[in-house]
C-alpha cells in the first residue's frame, strides 16, 4: 500500500548544524492492517510521517502510495488520499466552527467547494450515527462550537473527520500524547473500532509502547533513521521493547 | 490591581477629560453673555488647530466686534478630521445658527454640503471655484462665499526676477495631500512662463522627507518660492537653514515663512483675511445681503517682510527696491 | 439632539460597512490589513472618476467596490506570493495607493457637489439601513456556503483547510478581495455622503474600523446568536453615537481622539474583566473551603 523507497532527508543542510535524518530509509506497509512506529526522540519518526503526508519535501528518494508515485505531490493534493490525525487536539478541527459544520465539511473532502450551502439536512442521519459510534454524546452537541469540547472529544472528532471519506491511508501522529491517560484509552479504544469498522490502512506513530503493542499488528522501531526491530505485534513484548530502548539510550550517552 | 480599582480609575479619568473638554471649548469660544435681545449666532467650523487657521478666526471675531455687531460665537474644531467637521456642520444647522464660518476647504465643503439655506462664508480656501464652493468668485450663485487666501503669486515670483535677472530656476516643496498646494504649484507654473522662469517642484508626503527634497533640488536651482503649505510652514527652519547654507535667495507666500527663516514675502496676512470676512458677515447678517450677491475676495492687503538675518547671510544689499518699505524680522 | 443623533447614525452606518469589511481580515482570517487606509480613500477617487465621467452613481459606487477588490487582490498576492508579511504588505499597498488615489484625478480634492449621488433622491438613513441590511445578509449567505466555511476554517485552522485538500492561500486573496470591496465600497459611500472628495480620507480609518469591531465584541460577548456582521454594525454605529455624543456635549475635539481611544480600553477592560470578575466571587467561596481544617477527603 505504502511503499518509501530510498529516502534521504536532511536538516539544515550545509551548515554547522546539519541533521541526517534519514539516509537511503525504505519502508513498506501492508493494506488494511494497523502498522505502529516507536522509537526514542530523534529517531524520525514524526519527520517520517511528514514526509509522507507532504508537510516536509523528501531530498532524495520516493514515496509511492497505492502503486502512485506522490513523491512530488504538494501536501494538499495528498491530503485527498490521506487521513490525518495530529497530536494536538486544535490542529484537526475548526474550533469556532460546530461539530455538525466541521463535519459538513469533512464530508466535502475531495469535492469541490461552491457557492452553495455547506450543511445539508440530508447528511445528518449519516453524521449523527457517526457520533453515536463513539459513545460519547457528542451527536446531542451538534450546535456547540468545537472549542468548548474536551481534548478528547475533539481528538474523537479529528477521527472521525480524518477517517470519513475512507482515506487510502490514514496517518496517527501520537495522537493521544496530549490527552491524559483515561481520555487517551477511549480514544484509543475509539479508534481500534474504527479501524477494524472500515479496514483503513493505518500507520501509526506512538510514544506509548503499551498502545503501540496493544491496537496495531505490525510494530516498527526506528533508531537514528533505520529500522532495528519490524516483527508482528503478538510476537513482542513490552518488556523486549524497553530492553531495547535502554539499550540504545546507554549507547547515547555512553556516545 | 483589582478590577473594581481599575474601574474607579478609567471612570475618574474619563470624568476629568469631559470635565476639562467642557471647560476648555467653553474658553475658547469667546462667547458673549447670554443677554436678552440676542442678536445673531454664528457657528465657526475650523478644519484643524494651526496658526494661520487660528488667525482667520480671531480676525473674523475682532472684525464683528469692531462693527459693533451683536453676536454669540459657537465655535467648534474637527482636528483635521472631516466626519467630524461634518457632523459640526450638521449641528449648527440643527441650532439654526444665522451664519456659518467654515476655516479652511474640506470645513467649506461639509458645511456646504449640510446646508443649502444659512449662509456660509470661507476662509483659507485658496481656490473656492476648484473647489466647488462658488460658481465664480464674482458671482458665487448660492449660499456660499468667502476670502480666499490665493497669494498675490505673480507679484511674489516677479520679485525674484527684480532681485537678479540671472535667476531662472525656481525650487518648489509642497505636501502632495494638500490640495491647496497642487493647485499653487500649477498656477506658478503658469505665471513662471509669463515671467521667464522655470519650476522644479518635488512632492512630499511626509514632513520628514522634506530635507531630501529640498537636498535634491538645491544644486539645480537659483531660488526656492514656498507656497502656503501647512507641512512645509512646519519645516520651514530646516528649509531655509539648508537654502542660506547654499547662497540660494527664498521668497515666501506668507510672513510667518520668512519669520521661519526665508529671505523675502510679500504676503497676505491670515488675520487681516478673517476680517474681510469678519466684514461680509456683517453685510449678510445687519445688512441682509445674501451671499449669492457679494463677490468672493482674495486678500485684499499684503505686507512685504524681510528677514535680516538672511538677507546678511546672503549678502545682498538691504538698500535694494525688493526691500524698500519693508518690515525687517528676525533681528 | 435628534439631528445629531440623526447624523451619528448615518455615518456609523456608512462605517458599518467598512467594519463588515475588516471583519472579514481581522476577526474570520486574523490578518492584520492596513491597507484600507488606502482602500477607503481609493473608493471615492474611484466614484468621483466615474461620477464624473458621466456614469450613474450606483454603477460608480460599483466601481469602487471593484478596484477595492483589486487593491486586496494586490496586498493578498504580496504576501502569498512573494512572503511579505502580511502586516507590511498591506502597508505597501497602502503606500502604492497614495500615488494611485491622486493620480486618479490629478487631484487631491475633488468636489462632487454638481454630480448625482445615490443620496440625491433618498433620505441618506433609509438609504445606509437598506445598504446595511442588504450587504449583512449577503454576507450571512456567503459565510454559509462551501466557500464561506473554508474561509472561516483558513482563519481557524490552516492545516484543516489542507488536510480537506484546499489551498488556504485561495482563501486568504478571496477574503482580501471580499474585504477591501466593502471598505472602498464604504469610501465611495462617505464620499457622497459629504459631497467631496479628499485625500486625508484615509487617515486612521483603521481605528475607525477596529474601534468597530471592539465594540462589537463587547456587546453580549458569549452569546452566539448575534452574528459576526450584527456586531459589527453595532459596533460601528455605537462608536459614531458616542463621538456624536462628545460633540454634542461641547468637548474640546482634541480630547476626541482620546476619549475614542479611553471607550476602546474600557470595552476592552470590560471583555476581559467580565469573565474572572465572576470567578472571583467563586474563588471566595474556594478561600473559605481552604480556611478550614477540614482533611481533604472530606472536602
Redesign the interface.
Known amino acids: 500500500m505504502l511503499k518509501v523507497r530510498n529516502l534521504w532527508k536532511s536538516f539544515n543542510s550545509d551548515t554547522d548544524f546539519q541533521i541526517d535524518v534519514f539516509r537511503g530509509f525504505n519502508l513498506d506497509i501492508e493494506k488494511n492492517k494497523c502498522t505502529a512506529i516507536i522509537g526514542p526522540n530523534g529517531c524520525g519518526k514524526s519527520t517520517l510521517l511528514n514526509l509522507v503526508s507532504g508537510s516536509l519535501p523528501v531530498d532524495k528518494g520516493q514515496i509511492i502510495l497505492n502503486g502512485e508515485d506522490i513523491t512530488s505531490l504538494p501536501e494538499e493534493k495528498r491530503a485527498l488520499k490521506l487521513g490525518r490525525v495530529h497530536q494536538s487536539p486544535s490542529m484537526g478541527v475548526s474550533p469556532s466552527l460546530t461539530i455538525l459544520e466541521n463535519l459538513s465539511l469533512a464530508n466535502k473532502k475531495g469535492e469541490s467547494f461552491s457557492l452553495k450551502g455547506l450543511v445539508k439536512k440530508r447528511n445528518l442521519e449519516l453524521f449523527i450515527s457517526m457520533l453515536k459510534d463513539l459513545d460519547l454524546g457528542l451527536e446531542d452537541k451538534l450546535h456547540t462550537q468545537v472549542k468548548y469540547l474536551s481534548g478528547g472529544q475533539r481528538q474523537s472528532l479529528s477521527l472521525i473527520m480524518a477517517a470519513m471519506k475512507h482515506p487510502d491511508l490514514l496517518l496517527l501522529d501520537e495522537h493521544t500524547a496530549a490527552l491524559d491517560p483515561k481520555t487517551s484509552h477511549v480514544v484509543m479504544e475509539k479508534t481500534r473500532e474504527l479501524l477494524d469498522k472500515h479496514n483503513i490502512t493505518t500507520m501509526m506513530v506512538s510514544h506509548h509502547m503499551g498502545d503501540a503493542l496493544k491496537y496495531s499488528q505490525r510494530i516498527i522501531m526506528l533508531d537514528k533513521g533505520k529500522i532495528i526491530l519490524d516483527k508482528p505485534s503478538i510476537d513482542v513484548s513490552e518488556k523486549e521493547l524497553l530492553d531495547i530502548y535502554k539499550a540504545k539510550l546507554a549507547e547515547r550517552i555512553i556516545a | 490591581m483589582k478590577?473594581s480599582n481599575?474601574?474607579k480609575i478609567?471612570s475618574v479619568?474619563?470624568s476629568m477629560?469631559?470635565l476639562?473638554?467642557?471647560a476648555?471649548?467653553?474658553g475658547?469660544g469667546g462667547e458673549a453673555p447670554a443677554e436678552e435681545g440676542e442678536k445673531f449666532v454664528v457657528g465657526i467650523n475650523q478644519l484643524a488647530?494651526h496658526p494661520a487657521l487660528d488667525a482667520a478666526r480671531d480676525g473674523f471675531v475682532e472684525a464683528l466686534e469692531e462693527a459693533g455687531v451683536d453676536v454669540e460665537v459657537k465655535y467648534?474644531?474637527?482636528?483635521?478630521?472631516?466626519?467630524?467637521s461634518?457632523?459640526?456642520a450638521?449641528?449648527f444647522?440643527?441650532d439654526e445658527v444665522d451664519l456659518i464660518y467654515a476655516i479652511a476647504?474640506?470645513a467649506a465643503?461639509?458645511s456646504?454640503?449640510a446646508t443649502s439655506d444659512i449662509p456660509v462664508l470661507f476662509s483659507a480656501v485658496t481656490d473656492p471655484v476648484?473647489?466647488?464652493?462658488v460658481d465664480s468668485m464674482e458671482s458665487p450663485g448660492g449660499n456660499v462665499t468667502g476670502a480666499s487666501d490665493a497669494t498675490p503669486m505673480k507679484e511674489q515670483l516677479s520679485m525674484f526676477k527684480q532681485l537678479d535677472p540671472s535667476i531662472e530656476q525656481i525650487g518648489i516643496v509642497f505636501n502632495?495631500?494638500?490640495?491647496n498646494?497642487?493647485i499653487q504649484v500649477e498656477r506658478a507654473k503658469e505665471f513662471a512662463d509669463e515671467l521667464g522662469l522655470e519650476i522644479v517642484a518635488v512632492g512630499v508626503?511626509n514632513i520628514n522627507e522634506i530635507p531630501q527634497a529640498v537636498d535634491s533640488i538645491i544644486n539645480d536651482i537659483d531660488g526656492l518660492y514656498a507656497i502656503t503649505d501647512n507641512m512645509v510652514a512646519s519645516a520651514i527652519a530646516i528649509v531655509a537653514d539648508k537654502l542660506n547654507s547654499a547662497g540660494i535667495p527664498s521668497i515666501g507666500a506668507e510672513g510667518s515663512l520668512v519669520e521661519g527663516g526665508l529671505l523675502v514675502s510679500n504676503g497676505i496676512s491670515y488675520f487681516e483675511l478673517g476680517k474681510q470676512a469678519g466684514e461680509m458677515a456683517r453685510k449678510i447678517l445687519v445688512d441682509g445681503m445674501s451671499p449669492a450677491e457679494i463677490p468672493s475676495e482674495k486678500a485684499g492687503t499684503t505686507t512685504t517682510v524681510f528677514n535680516q538675518q538672511t538677507l546678511e547671510l546672503l549678502g545682498l544689499d538691504p538698500n535694494h527696491e525688493v526691500f524698500q518699505g519693508a518690515e525687517a524680522v528676525g533681528e | 439632539m435628534?439631528?445629531?443623533i440623526l447624523?451619528?447614525l448615518e455615518?456609523g452606518l456608512i462605517f458599518a460597512v467598512l467594519a463588515m469589511g475588516v471583519t472579514i481580515t481581522y476577526k474570520i482570517l486574523d490578518i492584520a490589513d492596513l491597507s484600507v487606509e488606502g482602500t477607503f480613500p481609493l473608493g471615492a477617487f474611484v466614484f468621483a472618476k466615474f461620477a464624473m465621467a458621466g456614469f450613474s452613481p450606483a454603477i460608480s459606487s460599483i466601481f469602487a467596490f471593484g478596484y477595492g477588490a483589486v487593491a486586496g487582490l494586490i496586498t493578498a498576492l504580496l504576501f502569498v506570493k512573494l512572503r511579505i508579511r502580511p502586516l507590511l504588505a498591506g502597508i505597501l499597498t497602502m503606500t502604492m495607493l497614495?500615488s494611485f488615489n491622486?493620480r486618479l484625478n490629478g487631484?487631491?480634492?475633488i468636489?462632487?457637489?454638481?454630480y448625482d449621488s445615490l443620496f440625491s433622491d433618498i433620505s441618506a438613513i433609509v438609504l445606509m439601513v437598506a445598504v446595511v441590511v442588504g450587504i449583512k445578509i449577503l454576507m450571512d449567505l456567503f459565510l454559509k456556503t462551501e466557500i464561506g466555511y473554508l474561509l472561516i476554517a483558513t482563519g481557524d485552522n490552516e492545516a484543516l483547510v489542507r488536510s480537506l485538500g484546499e489551498n488556504s492561500n485561495k482563501y486568504k486573496i478571496i477574503g482580501l478581495m471580499l474585504a477591501n470591496g466593502l471598505v472602498a465600497l464604504s469610501g465611495s459611500l462617505?464620499a457622497q455622503?459629504?459631497?467631496?472628495v479628499?485625500?486625508?480620507?484615509g487617515?486612521?480609518i483603521i481605528v475607525v474600523a477596529l474601534a468597530s469591531i471592539i465594540i462589537g465584541e463587547t456587546v453580549s460577548k458569549s452569546s452566539s446568536f448575534l452574528s459576526i456582521t450584527t456586531r459589527a454594525i453595532i459596533g460601528a454605529v455605537s462608536y459614531k453615537l458616542i463621538?456624536?455624543i462628545?460633540?454634542?456635549?461641547?468637548?474640546?475635539?482634541?480630547?476626541?481622539?482620546?476619549?475614542s481611544a479611553?471607550i476602546v480600553?474600557?470595552f476592552i477592560?470590560y471583555n476581559n474583566?467580565s469573565s474572572?470578575?465572576i470567578k472571583?466571587i467563586k474563588k471566595q467561596g474556594g478561600r473559605a473551603r481552604v480556611k478550614s481544617k477540614k482533611p481533604l477527603e472530606e472536602l
Open positions: 478590577k481599575l474601574f478609567i479619568i474619563l477629560v469631559i476639562s473638554g467642557c476648555a471649548s467653553g475658547t488647530e467648534q474644531n474637527a482636528q483635521g478630521d472631516i466626519p467630524t461634518l457632523a459640526i450638521q449641528g444647522v440643527k476647504t474640506p465643503q461639509s456646504k454640503q476648484a473647489s466647488g464652493l502632495t495631500s494638500e490640495s498646494s497642487e508626503s | 435628534n439631528a445629531l447624523t451619528s455615518q497614495y491622486l487631484k487631491a480634492n468636489p462632487l457637489f454638481s462617505m455622503y459629504q459631497g467631496f479628499d485625500i486625508t480620507m487617515a486612521s463621538g456624536g462628545a460633540i454634542d456635549l461641547g468637548l474640546s475635539p482634541t480630547d476626541l481622539r482620546a476619549i479611553i480600553i474600557v477592560s474583566f474572572p470578575f472571583s
